[in-house]
């Protein structure tokens, strides 16, 4: 049985920073490329950022987070990450991680339809 299970989000000001976990069992952790989504109320969810199959590989980012988010993998821990500086309150929202289909980042990826496995998500709220 495949888990994902978020850790991390919580209540930050803005300019605040937080770093989410997302670790992963039941399936060949290596094999998938891993990405961040996030959907706030009444909005539809979001691709954040993505991840290649190999810890350090090539990733890919929304361009609202370009340049604040980082993601980034530990393939020994099963774990994906994503660290979030300069929080701004429209980041507010549900985190969510996945596993895509694929072991690369296309351009395909913004798209949820990508990734096979989800997590159930981890909060973050930022205030003004």
């Known amino acids: 049985q495949v888990q994902l299970v978020e850790s991390g989000g919580g209540l930050v000001q803005t300019g605040g920073s937080l770093r989410l976990s997302c670790t992963a069992s039941?399936?060949?952790?290596?094999?998938?490329?891993m990405g961040w989504f996030r959907q706030a109320p009444g909005k539809e969810r979001d691709g954040v950022a993505c991840i290649s199959y190999r810890s350090g590989g090539s990733s890919g980012y929304a361009d609202s987070v370009k340049g604040r988010f980082t993601i980034s993998r530990d393939n020994a821990k099963n774990t994906l990450y994503l660290q979030m500086n300069g929080l701004k309150p429209e980041d507010t929202a549900m985190y969510y991680c996945a596993a895509a289909k694929y072991s690369l980042c296309s351009a395909s990826w913004v798209h949820g339809s990508y990734f096979t496995y989800w997590g159930q998500g981890t909060q973050v709220t930022v205030s003004s």
């Open positions: 039941g399936l060949a952790f290596t094999d998938y490329a």
